[in-house]
């Protein structure tokens, strides 16, 4: 459904924006691929990975509504990648990252109605869930907005859903390059928060491959949260270092033991599909769909009242061995 498709990525020189790019032009032939940010010289380095004919890089900031309208003109399909995402930051910054995660969300959902995109899908976190910190109100707040523009596109074709997933094995901000890089500096311990502490775990293909899936499967207003294995993060530690201690030096402000992408409040609203599940908007849309039999013709069945997907009581875990392969076949080892 790519060939012959523009496609605009808001924030796409991030660890998400790279594999996207690099997929698309393995597999599909878009008319172009629109890359679109504000750092002059993380675009400057990936037009030295990424350098196709049908390649555009657009400067611009989400916080930029008219420069968004200008850059969307004639795209089809749209993933808004962009956002303010250290937890910290964002706690000393608020403004900031209320500027950029729901003021550039609006932004992003003006612009494409405007310029008659087709599909966008926006990506959440698991923070957003249940959130505990300024960023997961953000992307909270962030994933309202999209699922309820469906509702005010009024005669324009544009629809709008979100894909929400937990860490991304190597991604900028993760843990791994973090242990990755205390270990190669010769560190004797690794630290952990809390030795209770798990996680989901998805590689950058995969988040990929599940956002491209989506653009098939999706009517409009959907949450789409892919079915994922969780690991415990000291588990994590030594499968990376196996000879190294752990120091455990208590939870950051903001921080929670186990991750959430489908909190139990939603449990009324949520299907489970072969490979993910999906969270129905809590509105209704004056044009009704049935989102529980969607695009692809796969069938949701409602989870039972309650049901809560945590990382820290998913069936599906890591061993340590698992760990290293996944790593390794993400390239981190």
Not at 293 to 313: A, H, K, M, T
Request: charged share 25%; glycine share 8%.
């Amino acid at each position: 459904m790519f060939n012959d498709k523009s496609i605009l990525i808001t924030g796409g020189t991030g660890s998400f924006g790279k594999h996207y790019v690099k997929t698309i032009l393995e597999h599909y032939r878009p008319r172009r691929l629109i890359i679109y940010s504000r750092d002059e010289l993380k675009q400057f380095e990936m037009q030295q990975e990424f350098n196709a004919s049908c390649m555009r890089y657009f400067l611009g900031d989400v916080r930029d509504r008219e420069r968004l309208v200008q850059a969307m003109n004639g795209v089809d399909y749209v993933i808004h990648a962009a956002a303010l995402k250290q937890v910290p930051a964002a706690e000393y910054n608020p403004m900031e990252c209320i500027k950029t995660n729901i003021h550039g969300a609006e932004n992003v959902i003006h612009a494409a109605v405007s310029a008659g995109v087709e599909k966008v899908i926006a990506l959440s976190t698991d923070k957003a869930a249940n959130p505990i910190n300024l960023y997961g109100a953000t992307k909270l707040a962030s994933d309202k907005l999209f699922v309820a523009a469906n509702n005010i596109v009024g005669g324009h074709r544009t629809r709008f859903a979100v894909v929400r997933y937990g860490n991304v094995v190597g991604s900028r901000g993760s843990v791994v390059p973090f242990f990755k890089k205390l270990i190669e500096s010769g560190a004797d311990h690794l630290p952990i928060t809390d030795a209770r502490m798990t996680r989901f775990w998805i590689t950058l293909r995969q988040g990929v491959d599940f956002v491209l899936k989506n653009f098939e499967r999706m009517h409009g207003g959907e949450i789409f949260v892919p079915k994922i294995p969780s690991v415990k993060v000291v588990d994590l530690a030594t499968a990376m270092a196996p000879d190294l201690p752990h120091k455990i030096i208590g939870i950051r402000p903001g921080e929670k033991l186990h991750e959430v992408m489908c909190p139990r409040d939603d449990s009324h609203r949520t299907l489970a599909f072969d490979d993910h599940f999906v969270i129905k908007p809590t509105i209704e849309f004056v044009e009704h769909c049935d989102i529980s039999l969607n695009r692809l013709g796969e069938r949701g069945i409602p989870v039972e009242q309650g049901f809560e997907y945590s990382s820290g009581d998913n069936p599906h875990f890591l061993s340590t061995a698992e760990i290293v392969d996944f790593n390794r076949a993400s390239g981190i080892l």
